[in-house]
């Protein structure tokens, strides 16, 4: 009977998944995006393969002898598109910024420029990273549900609504002027109960989670709101503030707000595993140690959070650590100055994203521990799993 219920559950997520993912494709339909602030009229990009290296001049770079540079004039059949099936000769460029080195047999994704009354202009754009891409996504789908059985599969639908929320959803409802914080939150939400309700079901387990991360990310929100004005940073201090200004003039976007947007995200995902882990810890306890006191509980998952906290709040840092790298040593070549950088709207917006994020992470522990403790109530009570 319990198994039955837990399939019926697990449909009833499923079926609302399905509902929701329907709505937002509608709302996308009559919400198109109509609006970009560069003219891309008559570019395309087709794939193409190489089908023949005519010639090529190349030598290695002076500085790195397994890079080459130069030119080669290449064959390249065109894949799809309005052209799909035609041979055309391409120059391509090889240099430090545009090193795509073809050979026979190489895929690409061709820029073709056709205005009217001009003769067609095809250049090499990249490599053509399709096939790569799908490989690795399999593979990563294949380690999930091998390590992780059924609830690998169920991680994997909930995290394709998620990037399916973002992209989808949130994205054009920014580009249409819908406020960004009520937005951004309402996807936390949805993100949230999704993910949770598919690894375990609508159980006592699901809603204590669910509610300990929306505590973290209300605390995520709340130092948001006073680190931001402490240190005087919002959206109009990003990398692409400029490009987000052109879009305000096409519609009422609150360019400030991108920011917040930015923290809760990249947060959610670290609290959702925080929350997650020291609460499926403490309902197994209680299974185990059905006397155990609701103070216990909570020492316990304390106790279980101190290594939790180290090792999440350490990946939440290098994270970010890591994206920043190549830009840090651009200024550094640029001969910027410690306090300089220190003082930067780059340097403080990593840092500011990064220790926001794992505060809320820190404070998970409490609040997943105190509602565990509450929610499963003294020795001889206790809600079920």
Known sequence: MKKRLLESSDLIVLAAIAVVVALVLAWGQQHPI?????????????????????????????????????SQELRVRINDGELAGQEVEIHNEVNDTHNILCEEG??????????????????????NRGFGLAAL???????????????????????????FLIA?????????????????????????????????????????????????????ALFYAIFSAVLHVGGYNMEAAEDLIFLRQRADFQVGDVLFTCVLIASLGAVLDMTMGVTSALFEMRQVHPSITQRELFRAGM???????GTMCTTLILAFAGGAITTLLSLLTYGTQTFQLLNSDYLTLEVFQSLVGSIAVI?????????????????KGGASR
């Open 34 to 70: 109509d609006y970009t602030s560069l003219d891309t009229t008559g570019i395309t990009y087709p794939s193409g393969t190489v089908t023949e290296v005519i010639s090529e001049d190349l030598e290695p770079t002076p500085y790195d002898s397994s890079r080459l540079w130069g």
């Open 106 to 127: 190489t895929g690409v994704i061709v820029r073709l420029e056709s205005q009217e009354g001009l003769e067609p202009y095809f250049s090499i754009y990249n490599y």
């Open 137 to 163: 996504l399999v593979v990563f789908a294949a380690f999930m549900v091998a390590v992780g059985r059924l609830k690998g599969a169920r991680s994997l639908v909930g995290l394709a609504f998620a990037i």
């Open 168 to 220: 989808c959803f949130m994205l054009p409802a920014f580009y249409h002027g819908y406020p960004v914080i009520p937005v951004t939150l309402g996807v936390v939400l949805a993100i949230t109960v999704s993910s949770m309700t598919l690894l375990n079901g609508w159980s006592a387990k699901t809603r204590v989670a669910i509610l300990a991360t929306l505590g973290g990310v209300a605390v995520a």
């Open 303 to 309: 106790e279980m959070g101190q290594d939790m906290t």
């Open 363 to 379: 404070l998970a522990v409490p609040l997943a521990s105190a509602f565990s403790a509450w929610a499963l109530g003294g020795p």
